[in-house]
């Protein structure tokens, strides 16, 4: 599989719940190879390992969403057991409890996908913080400028407007997902 596609395969499957990004029980298992009971099981042989800001049961709201924004979980939506989700650092911990060569590889290449979108999402701030630094120099120049510079005004503003729509976030409508 190409580095780039497991990487898009991988990010496809953390969501932010709970204001955490995490992956599902389902996902992991099925990335790892094994069946999502034996993952669980495993998890439930090793608990002392995994405190709840490594890993955590969704209640049965977040549970309706997940189902509702993601085809693949809908045979989750009459199932008996909640799903369970993993932190980063519970991903990392799945590593000591799941052996197998597959178990390694595939964490490895979550966590790098992890670290790449706290990267994005640090890189994103620095970048908007430029951008609302340039606006203020732009309204200073109008405010400072006489009327000679008056003809470029209007395009001033016009890279304004487009500076505000760079800067602003996406409105979520959906609080499960990674956008």
């Known amino acids: 599989m ?11 499957r953390i969501f932010t719940i709970r204001g ?19 993952l669980n099981e495993a998890v439930k042989r090793n608990s002392d390992r995994f405190p709840a800001d ?4 969704l209640n049965d709201n977040e549970l309706k969403k997940l ?24 991903v990392a911990m799945l590593s000591s409890v799941l052996n197998s060569e597959r178990a390694i590889a ?3 290449e979550i966590i790098r996908t992890f670290v ?8 994103t701030d620095t970048k908007n913080q430029e951008i609302a630094e340039l606006q203020k120099i732009l309204m ?12 470029h005004e209007t395009t001033i503003k016009q890279i ?17 997902g990674f956008k």
């Open 67 to 90: 189902v509702a924004n993601c085809d693949r979980f809908k045979k989750l939506k009459y199932s008996s057991t909640t799903p369970n989700v993993f932190t980063e650092q519970g």
């Open 2 to 12: 190409e580095m780039l596609t497991e990487y898009k395969i991988i990010e496809d």
């Open 140 to 151: 200073l120049h109008i405010e400072n400028t006489d009327n000679k510079f008056a003809e």
């Open 54 to 57: 490594f890993m955590f049961k």
């Open 20 to 38: 955490q990004k995490v992956m599902v029980d389902y996902d992991l298992a099925e990335l790892y190879g094994v069946k999502t009971k034996r």
């Open 116 to 123: 790449k979108l706290r990267q994005y999402a640090l890189t």
């Open 160 to 176: 304004i407007d487009v500076l505000n729509n760079l800067i602003e976030k996406p409105k979520e409508n959906n609080p499960i």
């Open 106 to 108: 595939i964490n490895i």
